[in-house]
């Protein structure tokens, strides 16, 4: 008697179980097809602004530009060709004023290069650069002297 109940029980259990995953899919997809019509309903709207845009662009384009406008012809094949005029202040320019620019900048180059200050920290530099060399110097001197001292003492 005991075996129908237990049936009967878990067949109870299972049915709610399925009726419960069912309900809970039937409303993912009802929710799914809210946000599926939602987002339908703006792109019609994002295109609908997009076309009256895009009209109000050409409108305005078709109303600024004119064919016959110079400013947009793109070559000028068949007009006169025209002596180039270049003003004698460009070429006084380019042939005084470039090399006397090189010519300042060289000398502040110079002049901050043989300043005190400069001097003073090449010359700490040059100081600290001996000073190791002779500390490896020495260094290495030990050691060589180290090693004939136990060669000698194994031979």
Known sequence: METPVLLAGAAAVLLLVVAGVVAMALRGRAR????LVEARSEIAELRARLDALTEQ????SAAMIRVDDPAYVITDAGAPRLEPSIPDRVVLTATVGEPLLKVVAFGHGLRRALSAESRNRIGFEVRREV????????R???D???RTQAEGRAA
């Open 140 to 142: 290495e001197t030990k």
């Open 57 to 60: 662009l050409e409108r305005q």
């Open 131 to 138: 000073r190791r060399a002779r500390k490896q110097r020495r």
């Open 144 to 146: 060589a002297w180290r």
């Open 32 to 35: 799914s097809r809210r946000d």
